[in-house]
């Protein structure tokens, strides 16, 4: 089956224009090789103009409004895409930062991306703000199939920093959820929209470090139209590159300082 594009996520921990870190996260995105990107908690539009300068092949956008951080979307230059900043998915709280959908056409065929950091916060509020986020991006599969483009099947996929770490409710004992129940209710909601949460080929994507009394979680996720099929990394559909890969404690508290706390994804579509 041949690849229509392939795909980095990554969420680059308060990314700022600031030095050598700058020079490190452009290197490891160079290595990728990426035909689309997407970059999460960009602060400040001097980072773009930096990726913009130094990655001249690709087309960027990024998303504006209140919200400090943004996320940042590029294209390779080959390809066909067309950007649009969706709103929607602020669930009426000015601060929280809009969806960013990428729609690349390959081989005469549309491939909506909807790149996502939904709220963060294991209290109730911010499980809610959660629910009718991923709520909306599960519902938009409906919206894209009757594009005419789409021919009734629309190649959609979504993904990002999903913050999938559950809720503490102090109030009433028993009533915690856990972050794997939330990616359970996630797939349970995309199964009812014909879609499904890919495998990944790590347990976990998020680490604070070895010195943390948090343990490493599974923030970041694909969830993509169950027609599309991806290349495979050790029967997962999705590499988890970074820290996950290290062999030692000490390395990788090395990689999250000097890139991110969080792991990059890798993912390659393939043509439908």
């Known amino acids: 089956m041949a690849k229509a594009f392939s795909l980095v996520s990554w969420n680059v921990e308060h990314f700022k224009n600031k030095g050598s870190r700058v020079d490190r996260i452009v290197k490891k995105l160079v290595e990728q090789d990426p035909d689309v990107l997407a970059l999460y908690e960009v602060e400040g539009a001097d980072v773009f103009s930096e990726l913009t ?65 939904t709220k963060s916060g294991n209290d109730p509020r911010g499980l809610g703000l959660r629910d009718d986020m991923l709520e909306h991006a ?18 959609y996929l979504f993904l990002g920093d999903l913050n999938t770490m559950g809720m503490k409710y102090k109030f009433v004992p028993g009533k915690n959820i856990s972050g794997v129940e939330e990616v359970q209710k996630l797939a349970a909601v995309a199964q009812r929209a014909n879609m499904r949460v ?24 694909v969830i993509a139209a169950d027609h599309l099929a991806f290349k495979q990394f050790s029967g997962a559909d999705v590499d988890v590159r970074g820290w996950p890969e290290e062999p030692t404690s000490a390395k990788q508290d090395a990689w999250i300082h000097d890139f991110s706390d969080h792991a990059l994804m890798f993912l390659e579509v393939q043509r439908a």
């Open 198 to 221: 890919l495998t990944k080929d790590a347990p976990a994507t998020w680490s604070n470090g070895s010195a943390s009394s948090t343990p490493p979680s599974n923030l970041d996720h």
């Open 138 to 155: 599960c519902n938009l599969r409906k919206t894209l199939d009757a594009h005419p483009a789409a021919g009734g099947r629309a190649n």
């Open 53 to 117: 300068t130094r990655m001249p092949k690709y087309h960027f956008h990024i998303t504006e409004g209140k919200q400090v951080q943004q996320v940042l979307v590029g294209a390779r230059n080959t390809l066909s895409s067309f950007f649009t900043q969706k709103l929607e998915f602020k669930s009426g709280v000015s601060e929280l930062r809009p969806g960013a959908l990428l729609t690349v056409t390959v081989a005469g065929k549309p491939y909506p991306i909807l790149f996502l950091h």
